[in-house]
């Protein structure tokens, strides 16, 4: 049964869990473990290393709540003030660290959530001059838990994670503990509680650690904190705080972890971004990183304040950039993965914390990331070992509103930067190809097929990928593309496979050919075709006028299918009349164009009114031109 202690104390502000603990067994001149079996945060019968699980810094679970709150007489908002639990609303992974731990299993360390109070302010442990704090010390703090926090508002000074004296790191003989050496009674909260020898946990005394104070000022004049990252501090502390609403923070919160990861894995890439700032700290603990043993733990935020806070920096600065896309794009994964010697191994460590935080960034981020990192988003089931992605989101438009082969007009107003060393040809059918990639997600094959492509995605994007990367601008395409969304979304949005579809097995009927002709005046020919041939052939060409596609990939109609003759010219036929009617050069071909461009527009509004295939062709046999002379 828990009685109330002999003694309490008040939690002083932003105190953590731990270092209340600490400085309470400190007043009672017991061991921590004592206070924490006396106060409820630890069973009689459990091993020292279970009871002092980190997991209580995050939040007391209801019983144990209710007797800590009874032993030491705090209210339950004070209790929880020593936990994280009051800043998880606003940064993310304390939340996922809290579905970790409530499914029954271990706080994860490399989720930018340090396992103990890994850094500290000197300053801060040795008190503000007021008698308790002066006989126990100053508050361990809830903040120095977050690896964004590097520097110390108010004392103006970078937190640090060293014992001056020992040079061990505070949380290297505290991983998965709430308080280092809880069984030892005697220790002062500040004093390091590092071993000077190795040996079994039980036989140590207070003689055999380290017992340096950590609130005693280091030797020399303390190192001022840049005002660059004394702004970044403070900017960071806002977020923290319950004046910044919990979505804000919580968004910006994910987007820096995501960004910082980037910059972390190409490093030096982004260090021009923090000009005027010593970030020799940040080159050696990011160097010392590039052992393949720690290519899993590229995204972790490094303990060392003073590198964390370079990292930091570049990071928010690629975010507050006007154009964050751009910004990012020197540190993508799309440009960095395979050009840089990278070990792939550290893309996909940031691309599995993407996948996992991604409805967690702001919209901003999510945008610039579509277009950036969607190569490492794929799905399964894509065919594709390379290509299978998510659809982007956001989009104005449907895979449906792209035409096959985009409009000669749209590609030389947004794509003339490409067409040194590329076809026109294949820039518009890889720029359809890409838009419905976009819009639809899998693979370039599956985006080909969508739009009635048979060319199985070979070496689509590759010319342009190359030129872009020789330019030094590898998002210079998926920007050309974003201008020609604009062109997609104007009104009025034609649903083109919708029109494709209705004209899958369609052919110009005889009487509507038959007046199209008889508007002609009599032309000599390059070489006779018969009608039916010239028919099916011009059937080609209004296909690709209705549909925006090309006349390679126009389906045959069934009955040149079922005509051995006309399966055989059917061909040739679309191709020699096609190329006649574009050059428009040839007499007969110059008075025929227009007349059938006038009928595939006629045919285009009836489709898009969604007449059925029936209605059309009665419809159009009806309306076609009916003035000039007769063609015999």
């Known amino acids: 049964m828990i009685t109330p202690l002999p003694r309490s104390l008040d939690p002083l502000p932003g105190e953590l869990l731990a270092g209340y603990v600490m400085r309470l067994a400190h007043r009672l001149g ?46 339950a908002a004070e ?36 396992p103990a ?42 937190l640090e994670h060293l014992c001056p004296t020992c040079q061990r790191s505070l949380t290297d003989h505290a991983v998965g503990q709430l308080i280092p050496r809880p069984t030892i009674a005697g220790l002062h909260p500040a004093q390091c509680r590092a071993p000077l020898a190795h040996g079994a946990r039980r036989t140590q005394r207070a003689a055999q650690l ?22 970044l501090q403070a900017k960071i502390t806002t977020m923290l705080s319950p004046g910044t609403p919990a979505t804000t923070a919580s968004q910006y919160f994910t987007d820096l972890q995501m960004t910082s990861g980037l910059v972390m894995i190409t490093w030096p890439k982004a260090r021009p971004t923090v000009p005027g700032l010593n970030a020799d700290r940040a080159d050696q603990v990011l160097a010392d990183r590039q052992d393949p043993a720690h290519s899993q733990h590229v995204s972790t935020p490094p303990q060392d304040a003073r590198a964390c806070a370079s990292i930091l920096l570049a990071a928010d600065t690629i975010l507050s950039a006007d154009d964050l896309r751009a910004s990012l794009a020197p540190i993508a994964p799309v440009e960095n993965r395979t050009r840089s010697g990278i070990d792939p191994k550290r893309h996909r460590s940031w691309d599995t914390a993407f996948r996992r935080n991604q409805d967690d960034c702001s919209e901003r981020f999510q945008r610039a990331a579509e277009h950036l990192v969607s190569t490492h988003r794929k799905r399964r089931g894509t065919r594709s070992t390379g290509g299978g992605r998510l659809p982007h989101r956001g989009l104005d438009y449907g895979p449906q509103h792209v035409p096959a082969f985009l409009p000669l007009k749209w590609a030389e107003r947004h794509l003339g930067a490409f067409t040194a060393g590329i076809s026109m040809p294949v820039l518009r059918r890889t720029s359809a190809v890409f838009l419905v ?28 990928t190359r030129w872009a990367r020789r330019q030094g601008t590898p998002d210079a395409y998926d920007r050309a593309l974003d201008t020609i969304t604009a062109e997609l979304t104007s009104p009025p949005m034609v649903d083109y496979r919708h029109r494709r579809e209705h004209l899958a097995d369609w052919a110009m009927p005889p009487d509507a050919w038959r007046k199209i002709a008889e508007q002609l005046e009599r032309q000599p020919s390059p070489r006779y ?28 109609p069934s009955e040149s299918r079922n005509n051995a003759e006309l399966d055989t010219a059917w061909s040739q036929d679309r191709f020699s009349i096609g190329q006649w009617l ?15 461009d006038t009928y595939a527009e006629q045919l285009s509004h009836d489709i898009d009114t969604k007449h059925s295939t029936g209605q059309l062709t009665r419809s159009l046999a009806n309306r076609v031109l009916t003035t000039g002379r007769a063609w015999s």
């Open 529 to 556: 075709i018969s009608e039916n041939r010239a028919r099916l052939a011009a059937t080609a060409y209004v296909w690709t006028q209705v549909t925006c596609g090309e006349t390679q990939f126009a389906p045959q």
């Open 79 to 114: 209790a929880t003030a020593l936990t994280l639990l009051p800043l998880a609303p606003r940064y993310p992974p304390i939340v996922h660290s809290l579905d970790v731990v409530r499914a029954g299993k271990r706080i994860p360390s490399l989720d930018w959530l340090f």
């Open 437 to 464: 990639r976009r819009a639809l997600g899998g693979s370039v094959v599956d985006a080909a097929e969508f739009l009635g492509l048979s060319i199985a995605g070979q070496g689509l994007g590759t010319p342009i």
């Open 582 to 596: 574009r050059q428009n050069k040839v007499p007969l071909y110059q008075q025929m164009k227009p007349l059938l």
């Open 117 to 158: 109070a890994a850094r500290y302010c000197p300053d801060c442990l040795a008190g503000d001059g007021t008698t308790p704090q002066t006989d126990h010390g100053g508050p361990w703090k809830t903040e120095w838990r977050l690896p964004v926090v590097f520097a110390c508002s108010h004392h103006q000074r970078f």
């Open 210 to 231: 380290c017992g340096a104070r950590l609130d005693h000022q280091l030797p020399g004049p303390p190192e001022l904190l840049p005002r660059q990252l004394a702004d």
């Open 30 to 75: 017991v061991a921590p473990d004592t206070v924490l079996r006396r106060t409820g945060l630890a069973d009689y019968m459990a091993n020292t290393q279970a009871i002092t699980r980190t997991a209580l810094s995050l939040e007391l679970p209801a019983q144990q709540m209710r007797d800590f709150q009874s032993a030491t007489r705090l209210t």
